[in-house]
């Protein structure tokens, strides 16, 4: 960083191109484009496929509210389709059966680190703009790892992901019209062949600065690293939680990895999650509700049309999912300590 300080270039120099030059190289994608976060990769991946006002868009209700948000950017509709049971990623079948003559793009989510089903979204033969935000390290089925397919991918560095540059993003592509697009709507609007100030086309302010490019490309030597202490503490929750009435999030599919972003159960229908989350946190462990279905919120419910009910898989783990404390270099005392816990509250609500 004092590097970055003393070359008086904060922003799109050469940290930045080594940052993008580095992680393009890690997923063996052509480009990769440094944008100030995930919420604003998703913006500018959608613009760069041509998705616009009237459009379609199919997405996961499963998500955090970027991703449709993003959606909304682009003056395009979302349009919600349910998620797989065990996997929570969109459902392929769904997705299919949803498409219209409206439809733009398809925006699968890699929930949680969980590769969405891209192979077989890929052959209904639309744009895919992938939310990858949650998935750094995740390898798919196919043996490809998330974000290096060729259509955009985007990630978010934000401070809880598998890396992070405090704020920050990263889309990944093979397309040199696509890296166009978005090189110069995130730098507002500047061709990247113009001259300064040159600008043709509305472009935003989506950099990345310097300085969060330099901790980028040291988070970037410590990735591997960062990933195998999360995929170690996800390991000791699954041996810790055994024998506990909680479904347990599924480690991948056969064949490929997870990227393992959080760590989220899913409790009984039986069981009040309000009652358990009370009970933990009177033990001292943090734990969240974990997430609320999209398409109940009420801006994302008016602009989809999609009504309560619509899609039970979502808004069963919407609202059964429950975040426990999850961080590299959680202890297996620490883990033994939650899951015990749990084991209480489970056991005590169940004597209510």
């Not at 990858?132 to 990630?155: K, N, Q, T, Y």
């Not at 898989?313 to 590299?328: C, D, H, I, M």
């Not at 883990?335 to 004597?351: G, H, K, P, Y």
Request: charged fraction near 20%.
């Amino acid at each position: 960083m004092v590097e970055v300080l003393r070359s008086g270039q904060l922003s799109l120099g050469p940290k930045t191109v080594e940052f993008e030059r580095r992680f393009a190289s890690r997923l063996g994608t052509e480009h990769a484009m440094a944008v100030s976060s995930g919420t604003a990769g998703l913006h500018l991946a959608l613009n760069a496929v041509g998705v616009g006002p009237g459009d379609e868009v199919i997405t996961s209700p499963f998500s955090f509210v970027a991703s449709a948000n993003a959606i909304l950017y682009t003056g395009a509709k979302p349009v919600f389709v349910d998620v797989d049971p065990i996997s929570l990623t969109i459902d392929p079948d769904a997705v299919a059966a949803a498409r219209t003559e409206r439809t733009a793009a398809l925006l699968p989510v890699d929930i949680f680190g969980m590769p969405a089903r891209v192979d077989l979204l890929e052959k209904l033969g639309l744009p895919i703009v992938q939310d990858s935000c949650e998935a750094l390290g995740a390898i798919d089925l196919e043996g490809i790892p998330v974000g290096g397919r060729g259509h955009p991918s985007v990630f978010g560095f934000y401070a809880n992901k598998q890396m992070t540059t405090g704020e920050g993003g990263m889309v990944t592509c093979n397309d040199d019209s696509i890296r166009d697009v978005i090189a110069s709507e995130r730098n507002q609007g500047r061709a990247v062949d113009m001259g300064w100030l040159d600008h043709d086309r509305l472009g935003y302010n989506y950099r990345l600065s310097e300085i969060a490019a330099a901790i980028g490309l040291v988070q970037l030597d410590r990735l591997d690293g960062m990933l195998a202490m999360r995929t170690a503490v996800a390991e000791l929750y699954a041996a810790a939680l055994e024998g506990v009435d909680v479904e347990l999030p599924v480690a991948t599919w056969e064949g490929g990895t997870r990227g393992w972003f959080v760590y989220v159960v899913t409790l009984p229908a039986s069981v009040d999650r309000d009652s358990i989350i009370l009970s933990l946190r009177a033990a001292g462990i943090d734990c969240k509700p974990y997430l609320p279905a999209l398409h109940l919120m009420g801006h994302l419910a008016e602009a989809s049309g999609s009504i309560p009910g619509e899609f039970p898989v979502t808004e069963a783990a919407g609202s059964r999912g429950l975040a426990l404390p999850f961080f590299p270099g959680l202890t297996e005392t620490e883990v033994a300590r939650v899951a015990q816990s749990l084991a209480a509250a489970m056991s005590n609500a169940s004597d209510a």
